[in-house]
């Protein structure tokens, strides 16, 4: 470990290992990234999940810097400043109708937990204090904040830490290899997997619910597709009983899956939307809770002079990070691409044809894929740490030039929107050397 490393305790990262043999970027541009000594990588995890429209465009660099120079901070509270109103404006239109009103934050992280606390507190402002209890879904990634660590369902992530949010319970994931592997799209079978909320609301009651939060497609965990008819039924439960439906859509937002979110793809509208990463284009951190207006509007009923809601971050609404969405809004727009990766539209048809020929290929037991996101599944290597494998294919690709991410036993690919169909076929090319020759 070279000295110089040592300061630097790394998120997520195995930072001994990581320490010994390092892997450095120093430069992006477009699909690309470089290394300090200049060799070109294809980015083929848009960052991590959030540079949408490719690395460094202008718009979006001039936006900023032009930012930091007019205003580079404004107090957000009792206080604005208008780029955050006409963002606001510009963003609920991009939304589901219905959701009109939102609540910025800097992170997704931050995302869930201000919903999670604005669907407490709008029971409570309705005279059902006694609904706190919230659901999630075992694999599910909802940041690492105590609220997203107790509903997330990925065991790693949250055995360190105690259960120091009360009443939180889980749905089980809908991953199924025996009956759904290879599907193209959203798998065949699972949909009886969302009345496991009805047996939650068996085992607590209904009154003792606030909200359950989902991934409309979990993303973290390796790319699970919501089974078909799943989404509406949690949506159809929820309504049923009085509990609120949160979509964490921090990755399917902003595109992804072919629509500007994946509440539209899947035609299932949530009561709040939590979103960040592609809000920006990944540039400077911001994140956003989008709200039903009936739940925003159960908040304004006390004195005027009142502060609804008591929440709120130094940094919501920040100028730069507002200067940097409206910028990737236009860019967004001018480019078509949050509707670039559209089903059966020719880039997602060659995305999913080239993605499924390395079925076959060692090792690989699924391949999933929706929009332009996709995970390639492999059997744990025997004797080996989970995920092994996987992370060798990682380390391959790195040593081949494609940036992909290993997410457990899965590789998953989620291209900036602006991919051409000849770079689809170097990341699908790389990775069938690199899985040939691993053991
Ligand atoms: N919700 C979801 C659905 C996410 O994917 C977060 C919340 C938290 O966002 P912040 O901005 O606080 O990190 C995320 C983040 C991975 C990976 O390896 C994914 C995320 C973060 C880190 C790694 O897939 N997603």
Known sequence: ??????????????NREYKQSPRLLAKAQGMHYWTPDGRELLDATAGLWCVNAGHARPRIVQAIAHQAAEMDFAPPFQIGHPLAFSLAERLVK???????????????????????????????????????????????????????????GL???????????????????????????FTKGQPEHGVELADDLERLVTLHDASTIAAVIVEPMAGSTGVLLPPKGYLQRLRDICDKHGILLIFDEVITGFGRLGSPFAAQHYGVTPDLLTAAKGITNGCIPMGAVFVKQGIHDAFM??????IELPHGYTYSAHPMAC????ATLDTYEDEGLLTRATQGGPLQTKF????????GLPHV???????????????????????????????GCWDEGVLVRSAGDNIAISPP??????????IVSTLAKVIKRID
Do not use: C
């Open 1 to 14: 470990m070279t000295s110089k490393m040592d300061a630097f305790w790394m998120p997520f990262t195995a």
């Open 94 to 152: 991009l939304t589901p109708e219905g959701l009109n009103k939102v609540f910025f934050t800097n992170s997704g992280s931050e995302s869930v937990d201000t919903a999670l606390k604005i669907a407490i507190a709008y029971h409570r402002m309705r005279g059902e204090a006694q609904r706190t209890r919230l659901i999630g879904r075992e694999r599910g990634y909802h940041g690492v904040n105590f609220g997203g660590t107790a509903l997330g």
């Open 155 to 181: 065991g790693p992530n949250r055995k360190l830490f105690g259960s120091h949010v009360a009443g939180v319970d889980h749905l089980r994931h809908t991953h199924d290899l025996s009956r759904n592997a």
């Open 301 to 306: 009923q006390g004195p005027p002079g009142a």
């Open 323 to 326: 200067a940097a969405a409206h």
């Open 352 to 359: 999913e044809t080239a993605l499924h020929s390395l079925e």
């Open 365 to 395: 037991v699924d391949i999933r894929n929706t929009g332009l996101v996709a995970a390639i599944e492999f059997a744990p290597r025997a004797g080996a740490a989970p995920g092994r494998r996987a992370f060798d294919v990682f380390l």
């Open 417 to 426: 929107l602006i991919i051409d169909e000849g770079q689809i076929d170097q």
